[in-house]
């Protein structure tokens, strides 16, 4: 059932805008969409055709636990993306897991500390190499 209601952005506070955009783009594999000029450096990444992640180069704090979920095409090669960057985080909502509704779930920091849950639809075929317990709960 549909409200009328959709989300277009994500507003994402950084401390090095190039920094952010580089992960946004070299490592989750998004694109860069036409930014206005803000009167401060931004950047608008594309997701899809209606949804944005508008990268703001502010001073503020994002609350630990907040986050947003980007559902991913290929959940192992963005996994492996991130753990080459020392991206993926455990201390705050566990380890990667596979939810009951059979989608993976792992969370992952920008470089300025945002946290990102990442996701698959689940039926997604994901490498079993990539489940190391230091990351991954043990299926169950």
């Known amino acids: 059932m549909s409200n009328g209601f959709r989300l277009q952005h994500v507003n994402v506070m950084v401390r090095d805008l190039a920094e952010a955009v580089e992960f946004y783009v070299g490592g989750l ?21 209606e949804q944005e992640i508008h990268l703001n180069e502010l001073s503020g704090e994002a609350p630990e636990r907040a986050h947003f979920c980007l559902r991913v095409a290929d959940f192992t090669a963005t996994v492996r993306r ?7 985080e455990t201390a705050t909502w566990g380890k990667g897991r596979r939810l009951p509704s059979g989608v993976m779930q792992l969370f992952v920091r920008d470089p300025s500390g945002n946290l990102i849950e990442l996701s698959c639809e689940a039926d997604q075929e994901v490498d079993p ?6 990351v991954f709960e043990s299926a169950p």
């Not at 190499?129 to 230091?134: F, S, T, Y």
């Open 129 to 134: 190499a990539l489940l190391d317990p230091a």
């Open 29 to 49: 594999g998004l694109e860069p969409s036409p930014t206005p000029d803000l009167g401060f450096p931004a950047q608008f990444i594309r997701i899809n055709d």
């Open 82 to 88: 991130m753990g080459e960057r020392d991206a993926i």
